[in-house]
Structures are given as C-alpha cells and as structure tokens.
C-alpha cells in the first residue's frame, strides 16, 4: 500500500505537467483502477491482521487508498465492524467472575469503554469519521454490548451493572475523589448507555438506586447528582429526568419541614428526629402494611409528627416505610472499676433498633426468640438476619438448649427459633461507631430479582398498550405486520420478544380486545 501510494503522487505530479485538466482526470483514474480495484480483494486479505497490530498509520492508509471507490470501503467496514464485535465479546468473556458467575460492574463498563474508546481512537484517526464506518462501530457495540455471555440470563443485566456502577460513583465513599475525574466517569456510563437496548430497565433501576441515595443521605454530591440527571436527559427523556427532579425537590421541602418540626416539638421529645416525606408517584419505594411494633419512646415521637403534619396538610395520608428507616443509638458499656466506661454509637435499622430496645427494658438479661417474636410483631427471618449481624460483630451471646429446653448446650452461634440471647457485656471494638444497617447478600439478591420482575411486568403492560394502539388505528391487521408494528414502536424504549408479544396477543384476544377474523385466522380485528 505504501508502494502504491509513493507510485500514484509520482504519476500524478508527473502528468499534472504534460497533461490537460481533461485528460489527466482519465489517466488518474486508469492507474487507480491499476493500482487500486484490481488489488482491492488483497487490501481486505489483510485488513484484519492490520486491525490486530493495531497500526493507525496503515488502517488510515488503506482508508485513503480505497476511498477513491465509495463502494470499495464497505468491504473493510464489514471487517471493521465484526473485528470490533468478536473483540468485544471475547474481552469481556476473559473478565473475571465471582463464584455466582458475576462480574464487578467497575470492571465490566470501564471495560466496555476501553474497547469502545479503542475502535473510535480509529475512527477518528484512521476513518475521518466517515458516517458508514460510525454507523459500523455503533452497530457493533450495541451487539456486544447487550449480546454477550454475561448478559445471556437476562437483557436486562446490562443495565443493572451500569447502574450499579453509577451508583459506586456517586455515592458517598467513592473512590473517584476527582471532580473532573468524575465527570469524565459519568461521561463514559453514558456513552455506554446509548448502546443499551432495554433503556426502560436502565430508568427502573436507576430510580430505585438514587432513591435509596437520597433517603440514606449517601449522595457525595448534589452538583454530580444533578449534573448525571441533565445528561440523562438527553437520552431518556424528559418525562424520566422529570420524576427525578421531583425526587430532589421532596427532599428540599424536608428539610424546612423538619425544621418547622423541631420547633414544635422541642420541648416534650427526648430523640432527635427527622423524617423525609415522599411523593408516591415520583419515588419507586415498594409500602407494606408494616407488622412492626415500635418502642414507645419511638412510637411517641412518630405520633407526634403525624399529628403535626396532619394540621399542615389536610386530606394527606403518612404511610411510613420502616424498612428504609434508620437511628444512631448511643450503647454505654456497663463500667469496670474506676475505668470510665466506653461509649459506642450503633447506626442500626427501626427493626434492630426494636429488638435492641428489649434489652434496655426487660426484667431478665436473656431474650428468648420467642419473646422477640412477639414484643415486635417481625417476621421470623427479619428477626433471624438481625440477630445474625448482632452475633457477628459479638454484640449479643447466642445461648441454645439441648431437646429438654433447660440444659445449656456449647453455642456455635447457630440461630433458631429456640435460641436465646443476651447482650455481650464484654464488647469492645476499635471503632467507637459502627453501621450495622447492612442489607444481607441474600436480601439484595431479593430485591433485584423483585426489581427484574416488576421491569418484566412493565414491559409486558408496555408491549399490550402498543398491541391496542396499533389495532385502534389500523382496525385490521395480519399477525406479522402487528408484530412488526409492535416492535416498531417500542424499539426506543426495548427491544420487546417475539414470545412476549405473542402472549401479549393471546391475553388481548381472552379479554375481547381484538378478535381473530372469521374467514383468515392470521388476521386480528380491533373490537370497539
């Protein structure tokens, strides 16, 4: 190629002085018909192997070289194209995985940016930025992006990885302290959410994370948090950004509220508290009716809030989300001679603060299980995953009995019904304050399964929407049109399966939204 190119400026100079404008354009074309088309099928021959050494001077070469037949390049953007799918999906293949067969979602979009800034370091060097060769490399992205073996179990594992990365970067504790680092980072989730399919999982998703942000106070920045919602915006929407904002202005209001609060109440409650009001439609928190009996130190302040901001706001009901709550508690170690005794603040959650609180108050130093059942109204693996953390940092004793009920049996600190407890007296810990709000593996595993879930059921209530909009328009329509139409329509939010539709189909004609034609059966006709 470097011959060919040194052969064609010498031919070219030398004609530019004996030839006409005319005549030259014809011979230029001829020894590039030579030099060029004929040997086109050999410049392919080796294009990957110059993809491989990675060698931008050579790919912008045979750029250059083949550019003088448009036509001739879409047989190196084919090869462009593939060469960055099978790198892709071969790269994040090698990434290494948990013993569930997970990845660090640092490790698998950071990953993704490495190969994607690769390709475009090409484009932009070697391609000029030609619009076949972007439309190649985005194309390519999006089919590893979303087609691999990582994201096989479900197409919606993408988008809760990048999530999940977003929500490393924000929240507080972050590693990236930079702010320009950060930016940079944000920028680069970005650039791999356009190459995502199932946007519509990737909004559910990031929702529930930064509601979770915002109610626990973990956000480390508010100027990241907004700057990331206005490049959503761009993307998703402003319907999306706008349940967002909506979130931030909640907790703008709290905090006057909560001031209003302390004034009125400051001179009959011996807690401080402060409570986040939430609006149902714009916050994606799941409400139960709650089983937990609250201590009556709580419970007092609880009904004194609820008495304050009913007389503020009429027609409104408080449903309070225990499972999101938390309180520092201040734990004093029973004192050893003339040594003072230490102090320890416990960050824990309402439902371990309940069953911390019967140890202050009950007549006996040992709780049975059952007592805790009963005192606080929580399910028994509630109790269990409490009593578990408890047990771990050695804040409580575990005491179980052997069949009779009476005879101490050595603890291995197995937890059971028939377990008893008492408080370790003995503690000690270096850090003076410790969070022992931590959710259980097996409870976040919990909630992404309910959150796939409820995706799965928002898209199946998306995918009969548009089933009946199409009908309403068209009145009558062939399966495969309507499957064509369906997906059509929903592209931009997911890309909805051909099974999915089908059952969407079946469940529109049991409830007499369209019906099937007397006289073809492959064709629906809308019922009015």
């Known amino acids: 190629m470097r011959k060919v190119c040194s052969t064609l400026e010498v031919e070219e100079h030398r004609m530019k002085l004996i030839l006409e404008p005319q005549s030259y354009q014809k011979f230029t074309f001829a020894i590039e018909n030579v030099l060029i088309k004929d040997e086109q ?20 070469l045979a750029y250059f070289l083949l550019s003088r037949f448009p036509d001739s390049l879409l047989g190196i953007q084919t090869i462009f194209q593939n060469k960055v799918k099978e790198t892709g999906i071969s790269e994040l293949e090698s990434l290494p995985r948990d013993k569930d067969g997970s990845v660090e979602p640092a490790v698998f979009v950071e990953k993704i940016f490495e190969i994607h800034e690769r390709f475009n370091n090409i484009l932009l060097n070697s391609f000029s930025y030609d619009p076949i060769f972007i439309k190649a490399l985005d194309c390519a992205c999006r089919d590893f992006i979303n087609h691999n073996s990582i994201c096989s179990s479900s197409s919606a594992k993408v988008s809760e990885l990048l999530t999940k990365y977003t929500d490393l970067l924000l929240k507080k504790g972050s590693k990236t302290a930079d702010e320009s680092q950060l930016e940079s980072k944000l920028d680069q989730s970005i650039t791999v959410l356009k190459y995502i399919e199932d946007r519509d999982a990737f909004q559910d998703f990031y929702r529930r994370n930064l509601a979770r942000r915002l109610v626990n106070d973990q956000s480390s920045s508010f100027n990241s948090e907004q700057s990331m919602i206005s490049k959503l915006k761009e993307i998703c929407g402003f319907d999306f950004t706008n349940k967002l904002t909506r979130m931030f202005n909640d907790m703008e209001m709290n905090n006057d509220l909560n001031s209003k609060f302390r004034d009125y109440s400051n001179s009959n409650r011996n807690i401080d508290f402060s409570a986040k009001i939430l609006n149902t439609a ?27 901001y009913n007389s503020r706001h009429q027609g409104r009901v408080l449903n309070w989300l225990w499972q999101y709550s938390k309180l520092d508690i201040k734990f004093n ?9 230490p102090s320890y603040i416990f960050t824990v959650s309402t439902s371990q603060y309940a069953i911390l609180s019967l140890f202050d108050s009950a007549t006996s130093d040992i709780i049975s299980f059952s007592e805790i059942s009963k005192s606080t ?25 052997s069949s009779d009920g009476i005879t101490p049996v050595p603890s291995d600190n197995t937890i059971s019904t028939l377990s008893s407890f008492m408080l370790n007296n003995e503690f000690s810990s270096k850090r003076l304050k410790i969070n022992l709000n931590v959710p259980m593996k097996s409870e976040t595993k919990k909630e992404s399964i309910e959150a796939l879930k409820y995706i799965q ?3 199946n209530m998306a995918i009969q929407a548009a089933i009946v909009r199409v009908m309403k328009t068209q009145r009558s329509l062939n399966h495969s049109l309507l499957v064509t139409e369906v997906i059509n329509q929903l592209k931009s939010r997911f890309n909805p399966k051909i099974l999915d539709i089908k059952k969407a189909i079946d469940s529109l004609l049991d409830r007499e939204f369209i019906e099937r034609d007397s006289n073809k059966s492959d064709i629906y006709n809308y019922v009015a």
């Open 41 to 60: 099928q050999f410049i392919e021959f080796g294009f990957p192997e110059i993809l491989d050494t990675y060698v931008i001077n050579d790919i912008r």
């Open 333 to 341: 170690m029973p004192q050893k001679g003339n040594k003072p005794s």
């Open 457 to 459: 059921e928002d898209h």
């Open 282 to 308: 714009a916050w994606p928190l799941s409400y139960s009716k709650p089983s937990l009996v609250l201590p009556k130190n709580l419970s007092s302040v609880i009904d004194s809030y609820t008495q304050f």
């Open 377 to 401: 109204g929580l399910s028994n693996p509630s109790i269990d995953s409490s009593l578990a953390i408890f047990s771990k940092i050695k804040l409580i004793k575990v005491i179980n009995f």
